[in-house]
C-alpha cells in the first residue's frame, strides 16, 4: 500500500499520514473537522461569521428570544462609496477596508454577539437579549471608532464611513414575527 500510495501520489490522502498511530489519525481527523467547520462558518477575508452562519443562528437566536420572552436586535451595516475604493485605489484597499471593519466589530461586540459578513460591503450583527435602542447605540460607537481610522493605500490617505439600521424582535407587529421580517425591518431602517 505504501508504495502504491507513494506511486499514485496518496500518501496523505484524507490528510492522514499511512505511518501514524490510530490516536493520531484520530487527532488529526478531529483537527480537519474544526477546521472545516471554521470555513464553513467564517468568511476568509475578515474571519468574522458568513451568511450560512447567520442564516443558522438567526433562526436558533429567534426561536431562544420568543421561547424566553427576552428581546432580539439585528444591525445592519453598508459601507458607504465602497465601490469607489475599489475603483479608486484597487481591490486590495477594499479588501483593507473590509477585514477592518471585521475587525472592529469583533472587538467591540459582546463574546455572545454574532459579527456577519452580509455580503459584499454589507455586514450585520445578531444582538440577543439586546434592545433596539442597544443596538443603536452599538452602531453609533462603532460608526465613531471606524470613521477614525485612516486608510493608506497606493500613497493616499481616506477614511471611510457606512450606513446603519437596526430592528427589535419587540418592535415588530405580532403577526410579522418572523426572521425575514427582522431583515426586512433592519434593511428597511439602513435605507
Not at 440577543?128 to 460607537?141: D, E, H, I, K, M
Not at 450606513?163 to 433592519?186: H, P, Q, R
Request: glycine fraction near 8%; proline fraction near 2%.
Amino acid at each position: 500500500w505504501e508504495r502504491f500510495a507513494s506511486f499514485n501520489g496518496l500518501e496523505n490522502w484524507l490528510g492522514i499520514p499511512l505511518e501514524c498511530s490510530l490516536a493520531d489519525a484520530v487527532s488529526q481527523v478531529l483537527s480537519l473537522q474544526e477546521r472545516l467547520a471554521f470555513q464553513r462558518d467564517h468568511d476568509a477575508l475578515t474571519g468574522i461569521g458568513n451568511r450560512g452562519l447567520f442564516n443558522r443562528v438567526l433562526k436558533s437566536e429567534f426561536d431562544r428570544a420568543l421561547r424566553s420572552h427576552t428581546d432580539l436586535s439585528l444591525l445592519m451595516l453598508d459601507l458607504d462609496n465602497f465601490k469607489q475604493v475599489n475603483d479608486t485605489y484597487g481591490h486590495a484597499c477594499g479588501d483593507m477596508v473590509l477585514q477592518r471593519l471585521g475587525a472592529l466589530l469583533k472587538n467591540q461586540v459582546r463574546q455572545y454577539d454574532i459579527p456577519i459578513r452580509f455580503g459584499g460591503e454589507e455586514f450585520a450583527v445578531l444582538l440577543p437579549a439586546t434592545s433596539c435602542w442597544t443596538a443603536v447605540v452599538l452602531g453609533n460607537r462603532i460608526l465613531q471608532l471606524f470613521r477614525e481610522e485612516v486608510f493608506n493605500c497606493n500613497g493616499s490617505e481616506f477614511r471611510m464611513t457606512f450606513s446603519g439600521g437596526a430592528a427589535s424582535l419587540a418592535l415588530l407587529e405580532y403577526d410579522a414575527k418572523n426572521t425575514c421580517e427582522l431583515i426586512k425591518s433592519a434593511d428597511d431602517a439602513l435605507y
